[in-house]
């Protein structure tokens, strides 16, 4: 076969991207990457962004795994066009399609048995050779099976020539095709493999650019024999590098190779965040690091994508969370960590709650890099006085501290106006009189008050409390 290269302009095309996960386990990080990277290249073309479900592998497909992935690319806000497609319903018209290469003579049954093939296998350890079928059956005639034998059905690959691939991150990678094997098409009981399904899907969603992980760059030379035998189509390659830990090895779960759920979850990350931190993960426009949903859909293009593996940094990713808890909406802010917030009280929320907490999120979200952080900072406004100590804040209230809480107590009382600015008046000239410095009265009052060491400024916990529930924790503390 003559050298034949793939690769080719999205111009005068509808540019369909798919993202096809297999339900055997969650929606882990580097698959979320993967989707948003079709996502965003077929937003960018104006083009269709399609979903399927690979659930061939019965065995270990699960529902909760299904359920998991469509709920996290809900999560993550990565729409998808028209109805999940689910690979195993289309058994057929996989199978259809092998008995079509059968027909044309691109396909044969193979009746190798198990035997023969492991010691295939076997010679070719002893002999340090590729492990490759040696197509044994590839011009037999099939009478010369035994009567009602197994067989396998084989695509009838070529054997001379080459294969070139201008892969969009990649660059042009060549594969002899005497390296490439008879791969199986349907196994001995009927049913489609991997590959056969895969390729037979990608032409009947109308599939324009496969974007997937390196790791099947090597199948893509064998889907491609497969496609060109049935003279479909070719559809453009980009293989992205996988994503490895910080330490440059291969991503595992200490590294963060969780399910999306756990970002969620488990880490309190907002969608919009995780989003944007997967796009900078192997993907660049300048020095950007921050990017907005409408300025990824803008900028996104395939030449962006670097072809060195990127490293997961959760640091990064704190930091980026950080920067979108603090430009959030505050009444989703309070939606969000409404539920956390009422279980710690071990109450149900009344609306007057729920306004307090809606309340306090501006002061709130400055401080916290996450929504677990900003949940457990708003934990002080709700507990049942009187409060539990933390062993620093304890400490601050040693004879020294309540006296000067129980000044701070008496000015705060005799002030009329019960906002920040005159609380803050109040309790400077309690620091002034004692000739000591503002944070010295701040601190056992923020003690008294929260039962921490850390809170939003203190002037605003008073105002946010109010004036019966601040002098009441200030009273329960001066012994």
């Known amino acids: 076969m003559e050298n034949v290269r793939v690769g080719a302009s999205t111009d005068q095309q509808t540019v369909v991207t798919r993202f096809a996960p297999s339900p055997t386990g969650f929606l882990h990080i580097g698959g979320a990457r993967t989707a948003l990277f079709n996502w965003l290249f077929a937003r960018h073309h104006g083009g269709k962004f399609l979903l399927r479900i690979e659930d061939t592998d019965r065995a270990r497909s699960t529902e909760a795994a299904i359920k998991a992935i469509l709920d996290g690319m809900r999560w993550l806000d990565l729409s998808w066009d028209g109805e999940v497609v689910y690979q195993f319903a289309r058994a057929a018209r996989h199978a259809e399609v092998a008995n079509a290469l059968l027909a044309t003579d691109h396909a044969y ?23 490759r079928y040696d197509g044994r059956w590839r011009d037999r005639d099939p009478s010369d099976a035994p009567a009602g034998a197994p067989y396998v059905v084989r695509l009838k690959a070529p054997r001379e020539g080459e294969v070139t691939i201008d892969d969009q991150v990649q660059g042009r990678v060549t594969v002899q095709n005497a390296e490439l094997d008879d791969m ?23 599939v324009t650019h496969v974007i997937r992980g390196d790791d099947h760059l090597n199948n893509a030379f064998r889907q491609l024999a497969m496609i060109r035998a049935l003279g479909w189509p070719e559809p453009i390659y980009a293989h992205i590098p996988l994503i490895h830990g910080a330490d440059g ?29 997967l796009l900078r993960l192997g993907w660049g426009h300048g020095d950007d690091e921050i990017i907005c949903r409408e ?3 803008e900028w996104f293009d395939l030449a962006g994508v670097g072809r060195s593996p990127s490293r997961f940094d959760f640091k990064k990713l704190e930091n980026v969370n950080g920067h979108y808890m603090r430009e959030a909406d505050d009444a989703r802010l309070a ?16 609306s007057a709650d729920q306004e307090l907490l809606l309340r306090s999120i501006p002061f709130l979200k400055v401080r916290a890099k996450d929504i677990n952080e900003l949940t457990d900072n708003a934990a002080f406004l709700f507990r049942t006085r009187p409060l539990d100590m933390d062993e620093k804040a304890a400490s601050l209230l040693d004879e020294p501290g309540k006296a000067l809480l129980a000044e701070a107590r008496n000015a705060l009382a005799a002030t009329e106006d019960w906002t920040a600015p005159a609380l803050e008046a109040a309790v400077r000239t309690v620091a002034e009189c004692g000739g000591i410095g503002l944070g010295k009265v701040a601190q056992p009052l923020r003690a008294a008050l929260t039962g ?3 809170s939003p400024g203190i ?7 109010g004036r019966e529930e601040s002098l009441g924790r200030l009273d329960d503390q001066r012994g």
């Open 184 to 206: 199986i098409l349907l196994r001995s009981d009927g049913t489609p493999t991997y590959m056969l399904a895969v390729v037979v899907d990608d032409h009947d969603m109308g």
């Open 109 to 131: 049954r193979c009746y190798a048995t198990q035997e023969e093939l492991t010691e295939l296998r076997e010679q070719q350890r002893a002999a340090r050779q590729p492990l």
């Open 295 to 297: 300025q990824a859909i």
């Open 335 to 350: 939606d969000l960590i409404a539920p956390g917030v009422a279980r710690g009280a071990g109450r149900a929320f009344a």
């Open 249 to 277: 090895a291969k991503l595992s779960k200490r590294h963060g190779a969780l399910g999306v759920d756990a970002y969620r979850d488990e880490m309190g990350l907002l969608p919009e965040a995780v989003n944007n931190y």
């Open 452 to 454: 921490r060491t850390t």
């Open 459 to 465: 002037f605003d916990v008073l105002a946010l409390l």
